[in-house]
């Protein structure tokens, strides 16, 4: 897992809770699993409607890619693109069938086995970047589902807030039961908001991320494939293939 999604939740979600302690709250006093069921479960519904299943089930894969799966390694793809350029040029394009299992990227796999093939160049970069671009625009869709929640929470938050304070004014005469119902009310819109800027958000912005780089190494995967069917010096190949990493890293 990336170490700045870690540092990031514990920065924030344990800064509010430091506070709270701070001044002389207690962290029971946010636990209050009323406000949960009602933000999280009202959340989660809204969501659903919005969203078809299909996208909710793609949202969770590309969270677990962005969570588990370590950042594209560029560099590392280009040196392979460059090295299958070299040996390109000294026997023929015929010669990277016994690399290509080696390739570690597979949609790399992919594009050079068309290379081997022989397919003509523009058949390759028309039906290449279709498929990028098509795929790009189905997993910023499934994206959108986090981005939704984070729109949501802090609605259903505040309705949780509302209900809080309705159940305080039913019971007006009963002080047993003023504590709990303010307790929800002002929990709920803690829940709501937090979870929207503190989770969903930045999650969406994350997973968006994410997938914009994945498209970026696809770009230069098809730039280099094309490049070694054009038969251009390994060289050029390499400075053509830096400008996709070396200006990320700026």
């Not at 506070?19 to 519904?45: K, M, P």
Request: proline share 2%; with cysteine; charged share 20%.
């Amino acid at each position: 897992m990336d170490i700045t999604i870690i540092l990031g939740l514990f920065l924030g979600i344990g800064g509010i809770i430091l506070g709270h302690i701070l001044d002389s709250g207690h962290v029971a006093s946010l636990v209050q699993g009323t406000a949960a069921v009602i933000v999280f479960g009202g959340t989660f519904g809204a969501v659903l409607v919005s969203c078809t299943f299909v996208e909710i089930r793609e949202a969770f894969r590309l969270l677990k890619y962005t969570l588990i799966t370590p950042t594209d390694s560029r560099p590392a793809i280009a040196l392979e693109i460059v090295e299958a350029s070299r040996l390109a040029r000294q026997d023929s394009i015929l010669s990277l069938e016994k690399r290509l299992a080696r390739f570690s990227d597979p949609f790399m796999k992919t594009v050079f086995r068309f290379v081997i093939d022989g397919v003509e160049q523009n058949t390759i970069r028309e039906l290449f970047e279709n498929e990028i671009h098509l795929e790009e625009d189905k997993q910023l869709g499934a994206a959108k589902v986090f981005a939704d929640a984070g729109g949501f929470s802090p609605t259903i938050g505040i309705i949780g807030a509302v209900l809080g304070l309705i159940h305080v004014m039913e019971n007006l005469t009963d002080t047993s039961k003023l504590g709990s119902g303010i307790a929800v009310a002002f929990v709920a819109t803690v829940y709501g908001v937090g979870s929207a800027n503190l989770i969903f958000l930045p999650l969406a912005n994350r997973i968006k991320r994410r997938i914009k780089d994945r498209s970026k190494t696809k770009d230069m995967i098809l730039v280099g494939a094309l490049s070694v069917i054009n038969g251009l010096n390994p060289y050029i190949i390499e400075e053509k293939l830096k400008s996709y990493f070396e200006a990320s890293a700026e």
